[in-house]
C-alpha cells in the first residue's frame, strides 16, 4: 500500500508540473507545496486507519481461537459423554431383558389371564363408544381406555379392584340391555346448515347447525331410543342427536304409547340395526319428495295424468247419460227427440217419408257420422296422453342420466350413494310415465267402449228403420 501511495504522488507531483509550465513561479510554488502537504496528510491518515484495522483482526483472531478452543474441548467432552451413554444403555437393556425373563416367570399361568382381561377390556372399550347406554354411563370407555394402556405399557400390573372393576360394566351392559329406561339428558338437534370453504374459499358443500335441548328420552335396551315423536341415535362425541326426519304415524304412536306406559307389555318396533334401519327409513322420500325428484317433465306427466283421468271421468258420465237417453228412445221411436242422437237420427227419418229406400239410407248414415264425432269427444286424446306418458318418462328419464354421467365426468365416480341417486332420479319420470299411463289405457277402453255401445244401437236401430222403408215398399 505504501508503494502505491508514492507512486500515485510521484505522478501527480509529474502530472502537476507538466502543467506549470506555462504558468507564474510564485503560482507554482504555492500549489506544489499544498499538495505535498495534502498527500503527506492522506497518507499519515492511511497508516492510522491500517494500523485500527490491524489491531482490530488481532483481536478478533484471539477470540475466535479461544471459542474454536472451547468448542473443540466440549466436543470431546460430549464424546466421552456419549460413549459412557452407550454403556449405561447396553447395561440397562441387559437388565431390562433380565426383569422381563423374571416378570414372565413370576406371572406364569397369570399371562394368559391378564391377555385375556386386556382383550376383553380392548373390545369391551370399542363397543361401548358406539353403544347407545354410554349416554348414560359416559364415563365408562374413558376408564377402559386407561386400564387397556395400563396393560399394554408391560410395566404396570391391574389391580384386583381394575379387574372388578371390568366384571361390573361387564355385567351392567348385559343388564342394562334388557332394561327400558326414561332419564333426562341433553339431545342435539339440527336447526340449520352453514356452508363449509375450501382452501380457495369457494364452497365446497354444507355442516349442520346443532341446538342442544334437554328431554326426557326413554331407551329400549341398546336398540333404540326415542323422546316425544323424535327418533335419537348416539355419537361418541355429540351423545344423542335427533334424526332430522320422524318416522310415520304406526311408530310414532307406538313410540307414545311406550313412553307413556308404566308397566305390563307393550308392542314397540326394535331397530336390530341399533339405529341404522331406522335413518334409513326416515330418510326415504316422500311421496312429493319423489314426484320433485323427476322435475319438469315429471310434472308434465302429472298434470297430463289428472288432466286425462279428469276428461275419462266426464266423459265416462256423459256417455252413461247418453246411453240411458238413447235406450229410452229406442223404447218410443214413433215420438223422437232432439236431445238424444238416436231421437235426432229418428227425426231425419221421419222428415223424408217419400224418400226410397236406398236415399234413406244415405240420410240416416249421414246423420250418425254427425253423432259420431259429438259421441268420440275426447277419446282420442285420452288415447293419446295414454301413448305419450311413458314416452315423455323416458325422456326425463334420458336427460337425467346424460346429467348424472356429466357430473360423474366432473367429480368422479367416487361415492357409490350419489350416483346411485342420480340414477334413481332419472328413474322416476319413468316410473310416472307409467303410472299415468296404465291407468288411462284403462280410462281409454272404458269410454271407447262406450262409446262404440252407443253407436252400436244408432246402426242396429238406423238398420232397422232401412229394413222397415224396404218393407213398406215391397
Same mark, same amino acid.
Given at each position: %500500500?505504501?508503494?502505491?501511495?508514492?507512486?500515485?504522488? =510521484? &505522478?501527480?507531483?509529474?502530472?502537476?508540473?507538466?502543467? !506549470?509550465?506555462?504558468?507564474?513561479?510564485? *503560482?507554482?510554488?504555492?500549489?506544489?507545496?499544498?499538495?505535498?502537504?495534502?498527500?503527506?496528510?492522506?497518507?499519515t491518515?492511511?497508516?492510522?486507519?491500517?494500523?485500527?484495522?490491524?489491531?482490530?483482526?488481532?483481536?478478533?483472531?484471539?477470540k475466535?481461537?479461544?471459542?474454536?478452543?472451547?468448542? $473443540?474441548?466440549?466436543?470431546?467432552?460430549?464424546?466421552?459423554?456419549?460413549?459412557?451413554?452407550?454403556?449405561?444403555?447396553?447395561?440397562?437393556?441387559?437388565?431390562?431383558?433380565? =426383569?422381563?425373563?423374571?416378570?414372565?416367570?413370576?406371572? &406364569?399361568?397369570?399371562?394368559?389371564?391378564?391377555?385375556?382381561?386386556?382383550?376383553? *377390556?380392548?373390545?369391551?372399550?370399542?363397543?361401548?363408544?358406539?353403544?347407545?347406554?354410554?349416554?348414560?354411563?359416559?364415563?365408562? *370407555?374413558?376408564?377402559?381406555?386407561? %386400564?387397556?394402556e395400563?396393560?399394554?405399557?408391560?410395566?404396570?400390573?391391574?389391580?384386583?379392584?381394575?379387574?372388578?372393576?371390568?366384571?361390573?360394566?361387564?355385567?351392567?351392559? %348385559?343388564?342394562?340391555?334388557?332394561?327400558?329406561?326414561?332419564?333426562?339428558?341433553?339431545?342435539? @338437534?339440527?336447526?340449520? @346448515?352453514?356452508?363449509?370453504?375450501?382452501?380457495?374459499?369457494?364452497?365446497n358443500?354444507?355442516?349442520?347447525?346443532?341446538?342442544?335441548?334437554?328431554?326426557?328420552?326413554?331407551?329400549?335396551?341398546?336398540?333404540?331410543?326415542?323422546?316425544?315423536?323424535?327418533?335419537? !341415535? @348416539?355419537?361418541?362425541?355429540?351423545?344423542?342427536?335427533?334424526?332430522?326426519?320422524q318416522?310415520?304415524?304406526?311408530? !310414532?304412536?307406538?313410540?307414545?304409547n311406550?313412553?307413556?306406559?308404566?308397566?305390563?307389555?307393550?308392542?314397540?318396533?326394535?331397530?336390530?340395526?341399533?339405529?341404522? =334401519?331406522?335413518?334409513?327409513?326416515?330418510?326415504?322420500?316422500?311421496?312429493?319428495?319423489?314426484a320433485?325428484?323427476?322435475?319438469?317433465?315429471?310434472?308434465? #306427466?302429472?298434470?297430463?295424468?289428472?288432466?286425462?283421468?279428469?276428461?275419462?271421468?266426464?266423459?265416462?258420465?256423459?256417455?252413461?247419460?247418453?246411453?240411458?237417453?238413447?235406450?229410452?228412445?229406442?223404447?218410443?221411436?214413433?215420438?223422437?227427440?232432439?236431445?238424444?242422437?238416436?231421437?235426432?237420427?229418428?227425426k231425419?227419418?221421419?222428415?223424408?217419408?217419400?224418400?226410397?229406400?236406398?236415399?234413406?239410407?244415405?240420410?240416416?248414415?249421414?246423420?250418425?257420422?254427425?253423432?259420431?264425432?259429438k259421441?268420440?269427444?275426447?277419446?282420442?286424446?285420452?288415447?293419446?296422453?295414454?301413448?305419450?306418458?311413458?314416452?315423455?318418462?323416458?325422456?326425463?328419464?334420458?336427460?337425467? %342420466? #346424460?346429467?348424472?354421467?356429466q357430473? #360423474? $365426468?366432473?367429480?368422479?365416480?367416487?361415492?357409490?350413494?350419489?350416483?346411485?341417486?342420480? #340414477?334413481?332420479?332419472? =328413474?322416476?319420470?319413468?316410473?310416472? &310415465?307409467?303410472?299415468?299411463?296404465?291407468?288411462?289405457?284403462?280410462?281409454?277402453?272404458?269410454?271407447?267402449?262406450?262409446?262404440?255401445?252407443?253407436?252400436?244401437?244408432?246402426?242396429?236401430?238406423? *238398420?232397422?228403420?232401412?229394413?222397415?222403408? @224396404?218393407?213398406?215398399?215391397?
Amino acid at each position: %500500500m505504501k508503494h502505491l501511495l508514492k507512486t500515485a504522488i =510521484l &505522478g501527480g507531483v509529474l502530472a502537476i508540473g507538466s502543467l !506549470t509550465v506555462s504558468t507564474p513561479v510564485g *503560482a507554482q510554488a504555492l500549489n506544489i507545496d499544498e499538495i505535498l502537504r495534502g498527500a503527506r496528510s492522506g497518507a499519515t491518515k492511511d497508516k492510522n486507519a491500517e494500523r485500527a484495522r490491524e489491531s482490530r483482526f488481532r483481536a478478533d483472531l484471539g477470540k475466535e481461537q479461544g471459542r474454536l478452543r472451547s468448542m $473443540t474441548n466440549e466436543r470431546v467432552r460430549q464424546e466421552r459423554i456419549s460413549d459412557e451413554l452407550e454403556k449405561q444403555f447396553e447395561v440397562n437393556d441387559l437388565s431390562i431383558k433380565e =426383569l422381563q425373563e423374571d416378570l414372565a416367570r413370576e406371572l &406364569g399361568d397369570l399371562k394368559q389371564l391378564f391377555g385375556v382381561i386386556q382383550l376383553s *377390556a380392548s373390545e369391551a372399550q370399542e363397543d361401548y363408544r358406539s353403544s347407545i347406554i354410554s349416554a348414560q354411563y359416559p364415563d365408562r *370407555a374413558e376408564n377402559l381406555r386407561e %386400564m387397556v394402556e395400563k396393560m399394554a405399557s408391560l410395566t404396570e400390573l391391574v389391580s384386583i379392584d381394575e379387574i372388578e372393576d371390568l366384571w361390573v360394566q361387564l355385567q351392567n351392559e %348385559m343388564t342394562q340391555q334388557g332394561k327400558v329406561v326414561t332419564y333426562n339428558a341433553p339431545v342435539s @338437534y339440527i336447526v340449520d @346448515y352453514e356452508d363449509t370453504l375450501d382452501e380457495n374459499g369457494e364452497v365446497n358443500g354444507q355442516k349442520p347447525v346443532f341446538e342442544v335441548r334437554e328431554k326426557a328420552v326413554t331407551r329400549v335396551g341398546v336398540f333404540n331410543a326415542v323422546t316425544g315423536n323424535d327418533i335419537v !341415535t @348416539y355419537d361418541d362425541t355429540r351423545g344423542f342427536v335427533a334424526l332430522e326426519r320422524q318416522m310415520g304415524a304406526e311408530f !310414532t304412536q307406538a313410540s307414545q304409547n311406550l313412553q307413556s306406559a308404566s308397566a305390563g307389555i307393550t308392542p314397540f318396533k326394535l331397530d336390530p340395526a341399533r339405529g341404522g =334401519l331406522l335413518q334409513a327409513l326416515v330418510l326415504e322420500p316422500s311421496l312429493q319428495e319423489k314426484a320433485d325428484q323427476g322435475g319438469i317433465v315429471g310434472y308434465v #306427466i302429472m298434470v297430463l295424468g289428472v288432466i286425462a283421468l279428469l276428461l275419462a271421468a266426464v266423459r265416462y258420465l256423459i256417455l252413461m247419460g247418453v246411453d240411458s237417453s238413447v235406450r229410452k228412445q229406442a223404447r218410443d221411436m214413433k215420438r223422437p227427440s232432439l236431445k238424444n242422437p238416436l231421437g235426432r237420427v229418428i227425426k231425419v227419418y221421419q222428415d223424408n217419408p217419400k224418400s226410397d229406400p236406398e236415399s234413406i239410407e244415405l240420410k240416416l248414415g249421414e246423420a250418425m257420422l254427425k253423432e259420431s264425432p259429438k259421441i268420440n269427444r275426447g277419446v282420442m286424446f285420452i288415447k293419446i296422453i295414454a301413448v305419450v306418458a311413458p314416452l315423455l318418462g323416458l325422456l326425463g328419464t334420458v336427460t337425467g %342420466m #346424460i346429467q348424472t354421467f356429466q357430473a #360423474i $365426468t366432473l367429480y368422479g365416480a367416487g361415492d357409490p350413494q350419489t350416483m346411485a341417486g342420480g #340414477i334413481s332420479q332419472a =328413474l322416476v319420470t319413468t316410473v310416472l &310415465g307409467l303410472v299415468v299411463a296404465i291407468p288411462t289405457v284403462f280410462a281409454h277402453w272404458f269410454v271407447s267402449n262406450k262409446a262404440r255401445s252407443i253407436e252400436g244401437i244408432l246402426e242396429e236401430q238406423a *238398420a232397422g228403420l232401412v229394413a222397415e222403408k @224396404y218393407e213398406g215398399q215391397a
